[in-house]
């Protein structure tokens, strides 16, 4: 089972430039959730997507926008990348009356130069 | 602002060797979570504790969750070079708002 996809698994931007970082998960899940995870700071959530059609604003939004593609594909886009965005992202799914995110892709990590 | 704040920030030990991290927040959660990250990996789920006072095990680790639900504890009895990682706690505070730590870094020598 492949689980939580997410491409690149790498990447390196000029500031300004955009990116869409992709995400797929071969669970069936309803929920799907974009997090960043910067040293000596906890995961912290950007979006989420409780069903197929929606997204919602979580903790640090601002930057970025995504979409919800199908059940299966959830991405993050940066429109005009800055240093600040620097940091490793995961996506994650849980499935219907999970109280948290269940399965975490490996993670992309992006670097803005 | 909700905060999880997680003690040590690091730790090195010898294999045999016992430990206990830490997880402690001011918020009460609906259930609290203890996940373990590998480099270049994403978070494994390790557990999800629900009631106050629950304590539940997975071989030889023993997680608590507070009477109050405010705090939680890891325990790794006879640690073994297999469980260095990264460990983080999570709390739920319903729907979709689960705060993270900023993890405990062990490392367990052979």
């Known amino acids: 089972n492949a689980g939580v996809t997410q491409t690149p698994k790498f990447q390196v931007l000029k500031t300004g430039q955009s990116m869409t970082l992709q995400c797929a998960q071969d669970m069936n899940h309803n929920s799907m959730y974009w997090y960043r995870q910067d040293p000596g700071m906890g995961l912290r959530l950007i979006y989420y997507?409780?069903?197929?059609?929606?997204?919602d604003k979580g903790e640090v939004p601002n930057g970025y926008n995504v979409s919800r593609l199908n059940k299966r594909e959830f991405s993050l886009r940066l429109e005009s990348a800055a240093p600040s965005q620097t940091s490793v992202y995961f996506c994650?799914?849980?499935?219907?009356?999970?109280?948290?995110?269940?399965?975490f892709g490996d993670g992309t990590r992006l670097s803005i130069l | 602002t909700q905060l999880l704040e997680q003690s040590p920030q690091f730790l090195s030990i010898q294999e045999g060797e016992n430990l206990t991290v830490y997880c402690n927040s001011s918020s009460v959660f609906s259930s609290l979570q203890w996940y373990r990250q590998e480099p270049g990996e994403g978070p494994v789920l390790l557990v999800t504790?629900?009631?106050?006072?629950e304590v539940k095990k997975l071989k030889r680790l023993t997680f608590q969750f507070g009477d109050a639900r405010k705090d939680s504890s890891l325990h790794i009895t006879a640690a073994q070079p297999g469980d260095t990682g990264l460990y983080l706690c999570a709390g739920n505070t319903g729907g979709f708002k689960t705060i993270f730590g900023a993890g405990t870094r062990l490392f367990v020598k052979a």
């Open positions: 997507s409780a069903s197929e059609g929606t997204t």
């Open positions: 994650a799914s849980r499935e219907a009356g999970a109280r948290q995110p269940q399965h």
């Open positions: 504790v629900v009631t106050g006072g």
